[in-house]
C-alpha cells in the first residue's frame, strides 16, 4: 500500500534563513511527487511536482526538492524563507499502484519568524 | 480569477439534519474530487467524478452522498451529519485522472456539527 511521511509535524524557522521539509513515501513502482501548500483560509496550491527526469525539481516562490529513489524521499528546501511562506506543506504521490490517486501526508506547519 | 469555488466557506448544521456543499470550477475540467481533512490529518479521498461517472472510495460511509448535475459544478451531501463529521472538506479538480495530472483545489469548507 502506498503511504506519504512527513516526519515534522510543525517546523519553526527565523525569516531569511534556510528551511527543509522532509517526506518520505513507499512504493514499490514508479511514482509521482507533489508538493502543495495551503496558506490560512484558502485552497491547496501546487508547488512543484516530480513526474520524470531530472531529480531536482525547482517550483513556486523559490522552493526545490529534490527526488530520491534509494532513500524514497522528496525532501522540499528553500534557502531563504520570507515572512510569507508561513503556511501548511503538503507531500503527496500518486502512480500506478495507488490507483492514480493522490495520497497526502499530514502536513508540516512552517512558521517563519521574523 | 478563482478557479474551483466552494460555498460556503463555513456551514454550521446540527446533528442529523442534512447539509449540502457546493463547489464549482471555471477550468472545464473533466475530473472533480472531494477530500475530506480533519485537524492535523491528511486529506482523505470520499469521490470523484469523471465526467458523469461517479466512483466512490471503499471506506466512504454511506451518509456521504454526491451530485455533479453538469460540467461545472459538484455537490457534495451528508445526509445524517454526526459529530465525526466536522472536518474541512476540500474540493479539488484535474483535467484528467491520470497519476500525472495536477489537482487544483478550492479553498474548503468547514463544517461545524452541533
Known amino acids: 500500500a502506498q503511504s506519504v511521511t512527513q516526519l515534522d509535524s510543525q517546523v519553526p524557522v527565523f525569516e531569511e534563513a534556510p528551511v527543509e521539509l522532509r517526506c518520505n513515501y513507499s512504493s514499490s513502482v514508479s511514482v509521482y511527487l507533489f508538493w502543495y501548500v495551503q496558506y490560512p483560509n484558502q485552497g491547496l496550491q501546487l508547488l512543484l511536482k516530480?513526474?520524470?527526469?531530472?531529480?531536482l525539481v525547482k517550483g513556486i516562490n523559490g522552493f526545490e526538492a529534490e527526488f530520491n529513489k534509494s532513500q524514497t524521499s522528496f525532501h522540499l528546501r528553500k534557502p531563504s524563507v520570507h515572512i510569507s511562506d508561513t503556511a501548511e506543506y503538503f507531500c503527496?504521490?500518486?502512480?500506478?499502484?495507488?490507483?492514480?490517486?493522490?495520497?497526502f501526508g499530514t502536513g508540516t506547519s512552517l512558521t517563519v519568524i521574523p | 480569477d478563482a478557479m474551483v469555488i466552494q460555498n460556503p466557506r463555513y456551514q454550521v448544521t446540527q446533528f442529523g439534519k442534512p447539509v449540502t456543499l457546493s463547489c464549482s470550477q471555471t477550468l472545464n475540467h473533466n475530473v472533480m474530487y472531494w477530500y475530506q481533512q480533519k485537524s492535523s490529518q491528511a486529506p482523505k479521498l470520499l469521490f470523484h467524478?469523471?465526467?458523469?461517472?461517479?466512483?466512490n472510495e471503499a471506506d466512504t460511509p454511506d451518509n456521504f452522498q454526491s451530485r455533479r448535475p453538469n460540467t461545472s459544478f459538484c455537490f457534495l451531501d451528508i445526509r445524517s451529519p454526526g459529530l465525526g463529521d466536522a472536518a474541512m472538506y476540500l474540493c479539488a479538480t484535474s483535467r484528467e485522472r491520470g497519476a500525472t495530472d495536477t489537482q487544483y483545489f478550492g479553498p474548503g469548507t468547514r463544517l461545524t456539527v452541533l
Open positions: 516530480y513526474l520524470s527526469g531530472s531529480t
Open positions: 503527496a504521490v500518486s502512480g500506478v499502484d495507488t490507483g492514480n490517486q493522490f495520497y
Open positions: 467524478y469523471y465526467d458523469k461517472d461517479f466512483n
